[in-house]
């Protein structure tokens, strides 16, 4: 997948999550079996607004041709979905969080692979070695 494909299939993910989170943040949490307190749906609103700036971040960054800045943003997209990806099957391994959890953390998953293939790929097409 190419870096353009997976920067705009994380922008709609990040987009949908966002709006989610403002809209429909009860429905969210309760999906993974969290109880849609006061104090969780404020983290969820805030966390909304942190996924509504990554969408539009990787939506403009789409068209980056190989460079440092694109590394930068599929090093950190790479980490980010990784550890969340860890950690929501360690939080339905721990009993805290229902099965769909495990959904999400799929697609975190395969979103952390297409950011690391692309790291390789750049990397092997510029000849760099650290």
Do not use: N, Q
Request: with cysteine; proline share 4%.
């Amino acid at each position: 997948m190419s870096f353009r494909t997976t920067a705009v299939l994380t922008a709609i993910v990040t987009f949908v999550l966002g709006a989610g989170y403002f809209l429909a943040g009860p429905l969210l949490v309760a999906r993974w079996g969290i109880e849609p307190t006061e104090s969780v749906l404020l983290l969820g609103r805030r966390i909304g607004a942190a996924y509504l700036g990554l969408a539009l971040i990787f939506f403009l960054a789409r068209s980056l041709a190989r460079s440092p800045a694109r590394s930068a943003l599929s090093s950190g997209a790479a980490l980010t979905c990784s550890l969340l990806s860890l950690l929501g099957v360690s939080e339905y391994s721990a009993g805290r969080a229902a099965p769909p959890i495990l959904v999400s953390a799929a697609l975190e998953a395969f979103l952390a692979l297409a950011f690391l293939r692309i790291l390789i790929l750049d990397r092997r097409a510029t000849g760099e070695r650290r």
